[in-house]
Each structure stands twice: as C-alpha cells, then as structure tokens.
C-alpha cells in the first residue's frame, strides 16, 4: 500500500493531484496526501533532492552496467568468428563430494546480464560416483531431451576440458540438436587462474588472452556455475545428514514419526524399545 504521504519531483495540476489522491485513497482504504516539488520545504526537500540523485546514480549505474554486458557479448563473438548476435548462453558443472550427492547447475547469460529465473539444478543418480562424464551426459540428456528450440542458447558452455565437451557434443549429435554453438573451459595446469584453455567442437584450444573482456566473461560465467552447482550440492548433502533414517521404513509418515520421537523421547531410545512399548503410540 502506498504511505499516506507521497512527495514527488514534479509538479501536477490541482485536478490532476486531487484526482490521483482520490484513486490511491480509496485504493489503500485511507486518505493519501500528494505534495509537488513546489509544496514540500526544508527537510522533506532535501530528502526529495537525494532520492532523485539516488534514482539518477542506479539509472546510470544500470546503464553502464548494460553497456560492459554489450561489449564482453560482442568480444566473444569477435573471439568465436559467431554469425550473430549472441543473445544466451547456458552454462553446465558438476558438483560432489567423493562422489555423493551430485548436483549439475545450469546458469543462464543473457544480453542483460545473469538471467537467475531461468537456472536449473539437476540431482544426478544412478551413476557411478565420481563419474563427471556420466553425471554432465545425465543433466544435459535431462535438460535438452524435450527439444524445445525457444529455450536453445546460442552458446553451451561446459566447465571442464576436451573430455567434458565431448560428452556434451555426443549428447547433443544423439538428441539431433544441431543449432547449438559448444564450447568449454578448462583450468590451466596447477587450476591457475588466467592460464585457462577454451575448447571449440574438433578444434585444438584457442588462444585468448587473461586479460580479455571475452575470457572475462567465460570465466565470470564458468565461476557463477560453479557457485550455483557448490551451492546446491551442500544444501543436498545438509538435507540429508538431517534426514532421520525413519524416513526409509514404509508406512512411517511425518505424524507417525513425530508420534515416536515424542513417544521415546529420540531415536536412541525408540532403537532400545520393546516391540509392546511402540505397538502402544497411537498410529502404529
């Protein structure tokens, strides 16, 4: 609801001021005060002066902002010879630990910048743990098998190196997906940073310089993935070690498991209980 008193940075003619005062009163169910410019003195004045330097400075800022977006885009595609303007760009990775509770994420670029709407995270199983191949063959398999062209990226970029993108290249030839342009980044040796190698589908790497607004987009992408993939595979790996293992016997729902817990006081003392003592909470 709007405050009851709105003070704006320009001025409106008296019908036009009394005519927005009553809509928004009879909208937020009390009487709503407008002020101009031209009515407002001293401190309600100076306030009006620095939200409307505030407003000017996140305009700008949101402007620039646009314009570093546009100019990192069009390197990229000077970088990669691309046909047109690169309007998406996709992004897999892989997280785990030792193997479990493997998350793939897939974070969106966009011409205006990180679009998080549209990321995904798949839980990956059924592979053998530590299988990255099978694990990114999986979320992408997951994320492309329904063949909607309107939601293809321009660019498909895979943290990993020529091992990874060969997956994503075997899943795309399978699933017939042709209009996708690939291509991943690996680390340098010893995971310097700046020494990192980009790969093209049946091409050795091509060179681009650490210093690059297209390696800096590459990899401020590559690093948002693998924050979103980290990201998810602790909040996997903390559900789980919060999960109670009452949770796998069938028939033992939420009530029926608070009902024992409360019943015995914990899961210990419900492990020690003789079979009698749990027939007798209600449910059981």
């Known amino acids: 609801l709007p405050p009851a008193n709105l003070v704006l940075n320009i001025s409106l003619e008296d019908e036009e001021r009394l005519w927005l005062e009553a809509g928004l009163s009879e909208f937020s169910k009390r009487k709503i005060d407008i002020q101009g410019p031209d009515r407002v003195r001293s401190r309600k004045r100076r306030w009006l002066e620095m939200t409307e330097s505030n407003a000017k400075q996140s305009v700008e800022v949101k402007i620039a902002g646009r314009a570093a977006v546009g100019n990192r885009l069009v390197a990229l ?23 479990e509770r493997t998350v793939a994420s897939n974070v969106v670029y966009t011409d205006e910048g990180f679009s998080k709407k549209h990321y995904r995270r798949f839980n990956i199983e059924g592979i053998t743990p530590g299988d990255d191949y099978g694990a990114m063959r999986q979320a992408l398999t997951r994320r492309f098998r329904k063949k909607e062209p309107e939601t ?105 498991r608070v009902a024992l817990l409360t019943q015995f006081g914990g899961l210990e003392q419900l492990k020690k209980a003789a079979v009698e003592d749990i027939a007798r909470v209600p449910g059981i």
């Open 152 to 256: 293809y990226p321009d660019i498909l970029l895979i943290d990993g190196g020529k091992g990874q993108l060969q997956v994503a290249i075997e899943v795309l030839d399978r699933l017939e997906i042709k209009e996708i342009f690939l291509l991943s980044i690996s680390e340098g040796e010893g995971k310097h940073r700046g020494q990192e190698a980009v790969w093209l589908r049946d091409k050795q790497p091509i060179p681009i310089s650490p210093t690059s607004q297209a390696f800096h987009l590459l990899a401020q992408i590559r690093d948002e993935a693998h924050r979103f993939a980290i990201e998810g595979h602790r909040t996997r790996r903390d559900k789980m070690r919060r999960r109670s293992i009452l949770e796998d016997i069938p028939g033992i729902g939420e009530k029926r």
């Open 77 to 99: 595609r000077e970088l990669l010879s691309f046909p047109k303007k690169i309007e998406r760009i996709d992004c897999f990775d892989i997280s785990h630990s030792f193997g």
